[in-house]
Each structure stands twice: as structure tokens, then as C-alpha cells.
């Protein structure tokens, strides 16, 4: 497990570098695209200065809403959502994916659970948004996989399978590619011990890109 851990963070900061370059490979060629629709020459203009602090009057940004607003627009655009990678600590513990769809997602999740086993779920949410920007809540359904040490048979595991109910909050950084997150499930076991309830819940947080 612990290699595992270690192996999936060393990949997140790797993904985290090169959304950095595709990241500002996007804002040099949207500002260039912007210069070119326009009459101004970007020879005569820094674009690695386009902050509110550095703003002065020019024949591009009629004021600094306009310029915020465009630095905003970058910002959106590149830091995307198109998938999220990350942890989940809780009942279950493990690695957790989320493939964003516009106002909906898809959740998986793999890990362990407390009662010495492991626990394979997944979800379809609908997002809605709240304010502050970027703040989120969530809920969805799905199904959920245990399997665990059965103390009542030697060498014997059991196995769970059910549906899923879940709610949750999440909080993705308007300035970098992160996403956290808390949430709650209500499981509904169908195999081996029917219609039997087990609340769970966690936190988290995801790298995006």
C-alpha cells in the first residue's frame, strides 16, 4: 500500500508540472489571439504584465474591470476540470477519480475500509453551484463493492454489494488546480445481508486537469 501511495503522488506532481506549462502555453496564445484581433502590436506590450498593479491606459483594456475580467477568462479556461485525481480519507480510505460532465460528474473510488477489507464504489452526481465562487454541493447514486475478514469463518472473506446515496460539498481554487471536498454515503447492502444501512463519510481533495 505504501508503495502505491508514494507511486500516485509522485504521478500527481508530475501531472501538476505539466498542466503549469500547458497553463501558460494557453495564456500566451489566447493573449496573442487577442492582440491579433485588434490593431495593436504586442511588440510594445508585456504580457507578463497583465495584473491590475501594472495596469495603465492602453488602446486594448478600456479600464482595469475590463483587464480583470480578462485575466478571469484565462484563468477559467486553463484551469480546467476535465478530470480529477486525488485521496479520500474516511470509510473508505483509498484513491479517488472524477470525471467532470458540465453540470454532472462520475465518482470512482478504491480503497480500504475499516473493518480490514476493501471497497470499490462509484457515483453519478449532479452539481450544483453555491456561492462563494468555486463552492459546490452535490448528490448523486450509484453502487458500492466490500470485502472484508469474515471472523465467523477461518480464511473466509465476505463479500458486499449494494447501492449508494450520496451528498457532499466541494471547494475547487479559482488560482490553482485544486479541489476539495467532503462527503457522506448511505449504503444500502443488497448481497449478502439485504436492505442492511451503513452510513460512511470523508474528506478530500483532488488535482485537476
Known amino acids: 500500500m505504501r508503495k502505491v501511495v508514494v507511486s500516485f503522488l509522485?504521478?500527481?506532481i508530475a501531472l501538476f508540472q505539466l498542466n503549469q506549462l500547458k497553463a501558460q502555453s494557453f495564456e500566451l496564445n489566447t493573449a496573442q489571439k487577442h492582440f491579433n484581433n485588434t490593431?495593436?502590436?504586442?511588440?510594445?506590450?508585456k504580457i507578463s504584465t497583465l495584473d491590475l498593479?501594472?495596469?495603465?491606459?492602453?488602446?486594448?483594456?478600456k479600464n482595469a474591470n475590463e483587464l480583470a475580467a480578462y485575466r478571469a477568462s484565462i484563468n477559467q479556461a486553463y484551469i480546467r476540470r476535465d478530470w480529477g485525481i486525488g485521496l479520500r480519507l474516511g470509510d473508505p480510505t483509498g484513491i479517488n477519480l472524477k470525471r467532470y460532465l458540465g453540470g454532472n460528474a462520475l465518482e470512482f473510488n478504491l480503497g480500504r475500509v475499516f473493518n480490514d477489507g476493501f471497497s470499490l464504489f462509484g457515483h453519478y452526481l449532479f452539481q450544483n453551484p453555491l456561492?462563494?465562487?468555486g463552492l459546490e454541493w452535490y448528490f448523486g447514486f450509484g453502487a458500492q463493492l466490500k470485502t472484508f475478514d469474515n471472523n465467523r469463518f477461518e480464511n473466509q472473506d465476505e463479500f458486499d454489494f449494494g447501492g449508494d446515496a450520496i451528498i457532499g460539498l466541494e471547494y475547487t481554487f479559482s488560482d490553482v488546480p485544486i479541489s476539495v471536498f467532503v462527503d457522506a454515503i448511505l449504503f444500502v447492502e443488497l448481497i449478502d445481508?439485504?436492505?442492511?444501512?451503513?452510513?460512511?463519510a470523508g474528506i478530500g481533495?483532488?488535482?485537476n486537469f
Request: glycine letters at 4%.
Open 10 to 12: 509522485l504521478g500527481t
Open 131 to 133: 456561492e462563494p465562487e
Open 205 to 207: 481533495a483532488r488535482y
Open 39 to 45: 490593431n495593436f502590436s504586442p511588440i510594445n506590450y
Open 193 to 200: 445481508d439485504p436492505f442492511n444501512l451503513d452510513l460512511d
Open 53 to 61: 498593479e501594472n495596469y495603465s491606459e492602453d488602446p486594448i483594456f
